[in-house]
């Protein structure tokens, strides 16, 4: 079944650490988001990405970078320079056009140690 | 920027009955969709139902039903015949027609009684 995997379920870092979150997809789409969830808060966007080797900044991109060197990846590390980086992260994706809907991956929760 | 708002931090029905959350939006764009979103307690995100700015019909998925006001910059679910797995938190979401990522509101926790 077509869908997007979000590794590890639970992250832990420790303080002056880098972090890669995984995220693949294998419904063949163009664009992938990053964002971040936390309590009381609607998803805010990271970064996202609309073809290969390209990608934008979101609202809230400081402390984080990302990389799409292949279409079905697009991991996202969170650097030392986020110093509030305990929540949790979705990834998605979707066709190209405004009415493609988002599809979303289970989720990371990153916490510090 | 596009900003949504949900005003309702925390909605309850029981089960059998209708309950509708609300949605607004503001946007200076004539085209544009609309999208809510579920997120129960696994917090995977799932799509309930969506809605394209240029249509006057509004979109209906089953027990699920929206009203769309474009004036007003409107969009409220109204879920009818509500049953304990549709608690959850819901998150109304605006997406420009010529954009990609998704704005979205600060979402409505949804309480289903027995």
């Known amino acids: 079944d077509g869908g997007i995997t979000q590794s590890p379920k639970y992250l832990f870092r420790k303080e002056g650490q880098n972090v890669t979150l995984s995220c693949e997809q294998n419904l063949n789409h163009d664009a992938m988001y990053w964002y971040r969830q936390d309590p009381g808060q609607g998803l805010r966007l990271i970064y996202y990405?609309?073809?290969?080797?390209?990608?934008q900044k979101g609202d809230i991109a400081e402390g984080y970078s990302v990389s799409r060197e292949k279409k079905e990846s697009f991991p996202l590390t969170v650097t030392s320079a986020q110093k509030n980086p305990t929540a949790f992260y979705l990834c998605?994706?979707?066709?190209?056009?405004?009415?493609?809907?988002?599809?979303f991956g289970d989720g990371t929760r990153l916490s510090i140690l | 920027a596009q900003t949504v708002t949900q005003s309702q931090p925390e909605m309850s029905v029981q089960e059998a009955e209708t309950v509708t959350l609300s949605c607004t939006y503001d946007?200076?764009?004539?085209?544009?969709?609309l999208f809510w979103y579920k997120q129960p307690p696994s917090r995977q995100m799932i799509l309930v139902i969506r809605?394209?700015?240029?249509?006057?019909q509004n979109a209906t998925e089953n027990r699920f039903s929206v009203n769309f006001q474009k004036a007003a910059k409107s969009f409220s679910l109204k879920i009818s015949d509500s049953q304990l797995g549709d608690a959850a938190m819901y998150f109304c979401a605006y997406r420009p027609d010529f954009g990609y990522a998704l704005n979205f509101g600060k979402g409505t926790s949804l309480l289903v009684t027995p």
């Open positions: 809605q394209e700015a240029y249509k006057q």
């Open positions: 990405s609309q073809i290969v080797n390209d990608f």
């Open positions: 998605a994706s979707s066709g190209q056009g405004g009415d493609q809907p988002q599809h």
């Open positions: 946007t200076s764009e004539s085209d544009y969709y």
